[in-house]
């Protein structure tokens, strides 16, 4: 069983910068494909962004590709999603998710191949 846990959220001005983070607990976490997802207010769960096991291929949606980066420190059992370039639009809560595969090239952006997920965090951006 693994256990995420997310920090690093918050309320920010528009083009500002946040950094999110989750921890990983209780299985090895090098073995996982991570991702961060979103949902903001009225809307579905989405797809924000992936990080494979090694070779650590990354892939983003559409809307935050250029402004987020996604990355993680096997050393530390942490990924990490830094955001810059912040939009109200960003405002959602953020979480974090697990995907146990032998997959090391492609980091999937469904919600329903994740097996394990953080309880997420807070980013308002004001406008």
């Known amino acids: 069983q693994v256990q995420l846990v997310e920090s690093g959220g918050g309320l920010v001005q528009a083009g500002g910068s946040l950094r999110l983070s989750c921890a990983a607990s209780?299985?090895?976490?090098?073995?996982?494909?991570m991702g961060w997802f979103r949902q903001g207010p009225g809307k579905e769960r989405e797809f924000v962004a992936a990080?494979?096991?090694?070779?650590?291929?990354?892939s983003y949606e559409d809307s935050v590709k250029g402004r987020f980066t996604i990355s993680r420190d096997n050393a530390k059992n942490t990924v990490y999603l830094q955001m810059n370039s912040l939009k109200p639009e960003d405002t959602a809560i953020y979480y974090c998710?697990?995907?146990?595969?032998?997959?090391?090239?492609?980091?999937?952006?469904?919600?329903?191949?994740?097996?394990?997920w953080g309880q997420g965090t807070q980013v308002t951006v004001s406008s």
């Open positions: 990080i494979t096991r090694n070779p650590g291929l990354t």
């Open positions: 998710a697990a995907e146990f595969t032998t997959n090391q090239y492609y980091g999937s952006s469904q919600d329903r191949d994740y097996d394990y």
């Open positions: 209780g299985g090895t976490f090098s073995r996982y494909t």
